[in-house]
C-alpha cells in the first residue's frame, strides 16, 4: 500500500508563492513511478495542474504553464509543486497522484493514478 501526504498548503496573496511537498511511503517510488499535481475547486472538476513524462520531462497544464514548477528529490521520496504568482483563481485543495505503472493513458489524465494523497487546501485572495 502506497501513502502520499500533502504539505504545504495555506493561505496567500494575490502575487504571492508557495510550495507544496508529496511524501511518499514507498522508498525509490518517486524516482521510477508516474507522479501528479491535480487541484479540485468547489463547484469544479478536478483538475490537472502538472506531472512528469515518462521520460523525465515536467507537463505543466497551460493554466500554470511559467508560474508553478513540479520538481522531485529522489533522496527523500518527495515531489515538490512550487506555485509563483498565485492568482485567487488557483484556490483549491491541491493532491498528489501517483501510480506503479506507466500505462497508456496520459499523465494529464488523473485515471492514470492509483494513489492519492488527503489533499492540502491552497488559498490565495485577492
Known amino acids: 500500500q502506497v501513502q502520499l501526504v500533502e504539505s504545504g498548503g495555506g493561505f496567500v496573496q494575490a502575487g504571492g508563492s508557495l510550495s507544496l511537498s508529496c511524501a511518499a511511503s514507498?522508498?525509490?517510488?518517486?524516482?521510477?513511478?508516474?507522479m501528479a499535481w491535480f487541484r479540485h475547486a468547489p463547484r469544479t472538476e478536478r483538475e490537472f495542474v502538472a506531472a512528469f513524462r515518462r521520460s523525465g520531462a515536467t507537463l505543466p497544464a497551460e493554466s500554470v504553464k511559467g508560474r508553478f514548477t513540479i520538481s522531485r528529490d529522489n533522496a527523500k521520496n518527495t515531489v515538490y509543486l512550487q506555485m509563483n504568482s498565485l492568482k485567487p483563481e488557483d484556490t483549491a485543495v491541491y493532491y498528489c497522484?501517483?501510480?506503479?505503472?506507466?500505462?497508456?493513458?496520459?499523465?494529464?489524465?488523473?485515471?492514470?493514478?492509483?494513489?492519492w494523497g488527503p489533499g492540502t487546501q491552497v488559498t490565495v485572495s485577492s
Open positions: 497522484a501517483a501510480s506503479q505503472t506507466w500505462g497508456t493513458v496520459p499523465p494529464a489524465d488523473r485515471h492514470a493514478y492509483r494513489y
Open positions: 514507498v522508498r525509490t517510488f518517486i524516482s521510477n513511478y508516474p
